[in-house]
């Protein structure tokens, strides 16, 4: 058959634990930061743009309540003059 001896289990607490997410939810809730991370090519357009080396990650955008704003995470903004302040 297509089985090749393989066997897989799954923990029982990692079942109890998914089984009483579905009951309680209807689903299994993924966990979430709430940020919205730009594609590494934005950040080196960007980079090349302001002919300054941009690290790490840009976000984009923050979700309300979510656990990124609740640690201070900002996303990207654009003023009322069109100049953009990059998110952290």
């Known amino acids: 058959g297509a ?3 393989i066997g897989f ?3 029982v607490d ?11 939810h209807g689903r299994m809730p993924r966990p979430s930061l709430g940020a919205q991370i730009a594609d590494d090519q934005i950040l ?8 300054q080396r941009l690290e790490g990650v840009l ?12 640690a201070g995470i900002r996303g990207t903004e654009r003023k009322g003059d069109g100049s953009v302040v990059l998110g952290d």
């Open 59 to 70: 976000v984009i955008s923050v979700a309300e309540g979510s656990p990124a704003q609740r």
């Open 3 to 5: 089985s090749a001896g």
């Open 14 to 24: 990692t079942v109890r634990r998914v089984v009483n997410q579905i009951i309680r």
């Open 44 to 51: 080196r357009s960007l980079s090349a743009r302001l002919e």
């Open 9 to 11: 289990a799954i923990p």
